[in-house]
C-alpha cells in the first residue's frame, strides 16, 4: 500500500515535470529536442529501491496523461516509442554495471531521441528524418548527462531519508 | 548504499555520442549543393515535384499573375483518408479557417512554412531551407518537404523522357 503511494506521488512528479518541460520553448525548429525532465523521475525509479517495472508503469502512465494533457496523440505515440527504447536501453546500461547514473541517463537520452526518430520515419514514411539524427544524438547526449549528475547527486539522500522513516 | 561517482566508462560514453554526433553530421554536409528540385511528400506519396528555377516552376502553375520572386504553395486537407490539395500562388492566398492547412513560400532558391495550423507548429519555426537533401517536416500533418540536388532532377528529368 504504501509502495502504491509512492508510485503515484512519483507520477504525479514526472506530470508536473512534464509541463514544466512543455512550457519551455527549447526545440529550436527541430522535432524531438528536449530537456527530458520527466526521465529524472524514470531514473529514479531505476536506482531507488524500485525495480525496472515500476519504472516502465509510472513511465507510461506518465506518457499517456501527460499526452491527453499537454499534447495529442501522434505525440503520445512517438514519446511511447522513445520511452520504451529509452528504458530498455537504461535497464541494460545499469545491469552492465560500469556505468554510474550519468552514463545509464545518457543511454537513455540518446535512445529516447533514437527512438522517436525511427517512428517518425515510418509515419511520414521518409529517411529524411534521419537528418536530424546528429543534433539528436548530441541533445540526448547533453541532456541525458545533467539529469544524470542531477538523479546522482539526490540518491545519497533519498537513501538516508528512507533509513530515517524505517528506524 | 554510499553516493556515486562519474565513472569513466561515462566520460567514454559521452565522448563517443559526442564524437559520434559531430561525424554523422559533417558526413551529411560533406558535399552538400544548392537544392534543385523541391519535392513535397504527404504519408509516403509525392504530391508534387518542382524545380526551384522559376522558370520550370511554372509549368506546373495555371496561375497567370505577374512573376514576382515569390510563389506560395498552398497544402490543404479536405477530408482526413484522402490526399491533400497543393494550388500554387503568386500572392499571399487567404486560408479557409475550417480546412487543416500548410503554406509554403518559395522564394529566391529557399524555401520555408509560412503558416501551418498543426499542434506543435515546429515547421513554421524551422529554418528556410536551401541546400541538397534539407528538409522540412510537419509531423502532425505528415509533410514532408524536401529539396535535392542536381543528379536527381537529372533522375527526374530522365523519366520524363521516357
Not at chain 1, 13 to 35: D, H, Q, T
Not at chain 1, 134 to 145: C, F, K
Not at chain 2, 102 to 118: F, H, P, Q, R, S
Amino acid at each position: 500500500m504504501k509502495r502504491t503511494a509512492e508510485l503515484g506521488f512519483l507520477l504525479a512528479v514526472a506530470l508536473i515535470l512534464s509541463y514544466v518541460e512543455s512550457l519551455i520553448p527549447f526545440s529550436f525548429g527541430i522535432p524531438g529536442i528536449k530537456l527530458g525532465l520527466p526521465n529524472a523521475v524514470v531514473l529514479l525509479l531505476l536506482y531507488d529501491h524500485h525495480g525496472c517495472r515500476e519504472a516502465a508503469l509510472v513511465n507510461v502512465l506518465r506518457i499517456v496523461l501527460s499526452g491527453f494533457m499537454f499534447s495529442n496523440l501522434y505525440t503520445i505515440l512517438y514519446a511511447l516509442a522513445g520511452g520504451a527504447l529509452s528504458l530498455a536501453a537504461m535497464v541494460i546500461g545499469k545491469k552492465l554495471g560500469f556505468f554510474s547514473p550519468v552514463g545509464v541517463s545518457v543511454l537513455g537520452g540518446v535512445f529516447h531521441n533514437i527512438g522517436q526518430i525511427t517512428v517518425a520515419m515510418f509515419v511520414v514514411e521518409t529517411y529524411a528524418v534521419s537528418s536530424y539524427l546528429p543534433v539528436l544524438i548530441a541533445s540526448g547526449t547533453l541532456t541525458g548527462a545533467l539529469l544524470g549528475i542531477v538523479v546522482m547527486e539526490m540518491l545519497p539522500y533519498l537513501q538516508q531519508y528512507r533509513k530515517v522513516q524505517e528506524s | 548504499m554510499t553516493k556515486q561517482h562519474i565513472k569513466k566508462a561515462d566520460i567514454f560514453l559521452i565522448v563517443l555520442c559526442l564524437l559520434a554526433s559531430v561525424l554523422s553530421g559533417l558526413w551529411l554536409l560533406t558535399g552538400r549543393q544548392d537544392g534543385t528540385t523541391l519535392t513535397v511528400t504527404y504519408d509516403g506519396t509525392t504530391l508534387y515535384t518542382a524545380a526551384l528555377a522559376q522558370s520550370d516552376m511554372f509549368t506546373h502553375d495555371t496561375d497567370e499573375g505577374d512573376k514576382g520572386d515569390i510563389r506560395y504553395l498552398l497544402i490543404t486537407y479536405p477530408e482526413p483518408e484522402s490526399l491533400p490539395k497543393i494550388t500554387v500562388f503568386s500572392d499571399k492566398p487567404d486560408i479557409m479557417e475550417d480546412t487543416s492547412y500548410n503554406l509554403l513560400v518559395i522564394t529566391d532558391g529557399k524555401v520555408y512554412m509560412e503558416a501551418a495550423d498543426c499542434p506543435d507548429q515546429i515547421c513554421v519555426r524551422h529554418k528556410a531551407i536551401a541546400a541538397d537533401r534539407e528538409n522540412i517536416i510537419c509531423l502532425p500533418h505528415r509533410l514532408v518537404v524536401e529539396l535535392s540536388g542536381a543528379s536527381q532532377t537529372q533522375d527526374t528529368l530522365d523519366g520524363m523522357v521516357k
